[in-house]
């Protein structure tokens, strides 16, 4: 059973810096994209950043672009997403989740996700 858990969320200042882990169990992730999704209270799930399984593609939504970065280390089956420059309206829960080789932009289309870590950012 293909599982991911994240990691790394806490409670920063704005302006600040946290990096999220999304590690596989029961898989390996080198044949899987793995998209960064967050979620809001009383928001609807969007996407924030994706890799393809190879890493030779990245793609970030609008309100993150410059200031996060994603990354994966197949070795280590672990993505990550590097946080930056963090303001107030990045509150949420973020989670990972699957999807076969490329990107989508459709939350649908990703089949196994993570529990979540809830990232805060507040003065």
């Known amino acids: 059973q293909l599982q991911l858990v994240e990691s790394g969320g806490g409670l920063v200042q704005p302006g600040g810096s946290l990096r999220l882990s999304c590690a596989a169990s029961?898989?390996?992730?080198?044949?899987?994209?793995i998209g960064w999704f967050r979620q809001a209270p009383g928001k609807e799930r969007e996407g924030v950043s994706c890799i393809s399984y190879s890493g030779g593609i990245t793609n970030y939504g609008i309100s993150v672009k410059g200031r996060f970065t994603i990354s994966r280390d197949n070795a280590k089956n672990t993505v990550y997403l590097q946080m930056n420059s963090l303001k107030a309206e990045d509150t949420a829960v973020y989670y990972c989740a699957a999807r076969r080789y490329y990107c989508s932009g459709s939350v649908a289309d990703f089949g196994s996700w993570g529990q979540g870590t809830q990232v805060t950012i507040s003065s």
């Open positions: 029961g898989f390996t992730l080198d044949v899987y994209a």
